[in-house]
């Protein structure tokens, strides 16, 4: 049977083959698994999330909710129920005749998959001399309930887990409701595994102090170098290649700890020797400049999207008026944006402290002495909703108000700011102060 590159090398929704089960991670997700505690799996994004659950907890076998921004709790449930078959519709029947008498008691009833596809007897009956009825059986109406959930479910013997993807989607105030509903799920005995795209421990339990003892986090961070060459050992039998030892040092060195990166770069590579799929006999690839081509065609990639994203938080939240006592606004996440490109990626590998950030803004600010601690935390608390607001997902940073520590969150940020040309990427954005300027002087005119 063939086997092509895409199954081998790069980021995709399914595992590949070159996956490597590393046994901290590994190990503990599968003993957590077996706990009874709910799961929570963490970390920067393409950073192994998706692949390493449904490694070991198929997709197919259980019931997966991809979350988006739009996601309300009642979204959340319902799609839950809805994946294994529970149909939620309104009882009530439409009738042309006048003649009725009613004691339906619910105006949301669920048709349970467990009566073969056949109507349940409902609790309420109508009588009308004409027209269509539908007969179901009465459930609770209060769908935001986790015993309503967990009830359905339990009614139709349903034992699967809950996979919950994109966690980070949700609003905060959503999380927040979450997580104390997911107290009540540990209770009632439904398991979930919640994938979110965050570095910070505990942050659930930053929203309900009572899931402490109650889940088990698992971060699919770090990946060791050693990781890294498993992952090209296990590709190159899978293709029957053998990549030189210049571009497996040249690409990670170039990944910066992210395996997606690494995944894409060794795929590029395949590509400029011109493999797709399977060598007959083991071929040796050895070309100096696909290793630079690969990082010229990834850096391009993640360039576009990344170029649009720091724009879109530059711009901040759209505001309406003129400037308060006559005074210029500060226009902060323009400068956040602009002073992490001009650090670059020494400046942000490790996270960047409040007071750092505090200090970089202030000294290019235009109003610099004005710039209070209290402005940072109120800029560094909104980022994830601002980043939210501006459709960027995943999320770039995420900032860590217990530690005081803004990080990033997508571990393609740092090819992007390593390879791409920092100058022109600040140059291309849009300075505010500039457009406020010309906007005050033409009211003037």
């Not at 490597?20 to 929570?40: C, N």
């Not at 899931?211 to 890294?228: A, C, G, K």
């Not at 910066?256 to 395949?270: A, M, R, T, W």
């Amino acid at each position: 049977m063939t086997v092509f590159l895409e199954e081998v090398f790069g980021v995709s929704a399914k595992p590949v083959l070159s996956y490597v089960e590393r046994t901290q991670v590994d190990d503990s997700f599968k003993e957590a698994l077996e706990s009874g505690k709910q799961v929570i799996v963490y970390g920067s994004s393409k950073q192994g999330k998706t692949a390493l659950v449904s490694k070991h907890l198929p997709y197919s076998s259980h019931i997966l909710v991809s979350l988006t921004p739009k996601f309300t709790l009642l979204d959340i449930y319902q799609q839950i129920l809805a994946s294994v078959g529970v149909r939620i519709i309104a009882g009530t029947t439409d009738r042309s005749s006048t003649e009725q008498s009613a004691s339906i008691t619910a105006r949301v009833k669920a048709l349970l998959p467990l009566f073969g596809g056949g109507e349940a007897e409902a609790s309420g009956k109508t009588t009308a001399g004409s027209g269509t009825e539908t007969r179901f059986e009465e459930v609770p109406v209060n769908l935001e309930l986790p015993q309503t959930v967990a009830d359905l479910l339990n009614r139709i013997s349903c034992k699967k887990w809950v996979i919950l993807e994109n966690f980070h989607y949700l609003t905060d105030a959503v999380q927040k409701e979450f997580a104390f509903d997911l107290r009540a799920f540990q209770e009632l005995g439904l398991r979930f595994v919640i994938l979110g795209v965050w570095r910070e421990r505990n942050r659930m339990a930053q929203f309900n102090g009572d899931l402490l003892d109650r889940t088990i986090e698992i971060p699919v961070e770090p990946w060791h170098e050693s990781d890294f060459r498993r992952v090209v050992k296990i590709g190159e039998e899978a293709l029957s290649v053998k990549f030189s030892d210049t571009q497996v040092e040249g690409a990670i060195g170039a990944s910066f700890s992210s395996i997606g990166v690494f995944q894409e770069l060794l795929k590029n590579i395949c590509i400029e020797e011109g493999v797709r799929e399977r060598q007959v006999f083991v071929q040796s690839l050895s070309d100096p400049d696909a290793l630079k081509a690969a990082i010229e065609t990834k850096t391009h990639d993640y360039a576009s999207r990344h170029q649009r994203a720091l724009e879109a938080i530059a711009a901040g939240h759209a505001s309406s008026g003129g400037p308060k006592n006559d005074r210029v606004p500060l226009f902060l996440p323009y400068y956040l944006v602009r002073t992490i490109l001009e650090h670059g990626f020494d400046g942000v590998r490790n996270g960047v402290k409040r007071p750092v950030i505090h200090d970089w803004i202030r000294s290019r600010h235009h109003r610099g002495d004005d710039v209070r601690a209290s402005d940072m935390t109120n800029l560094l608390d909104g980022l994830a909703n601002l980043q939210s607001v501006k459709s960027i997902s995943p999320p770039i940073f995420a900032y860590d108000s217990q530690q005081k520590l803004l990080q990033v969150v997508d571990s393609t940020f740092y090819f992007f700011i390593k390879n791409a040309d920092r100058d022109d990427a600040i140059a291309q954005i849009q300075n505010p102060l500039d457009t406020f300027t010309a906007s005050m002087d033409s009211g003037q005119q």
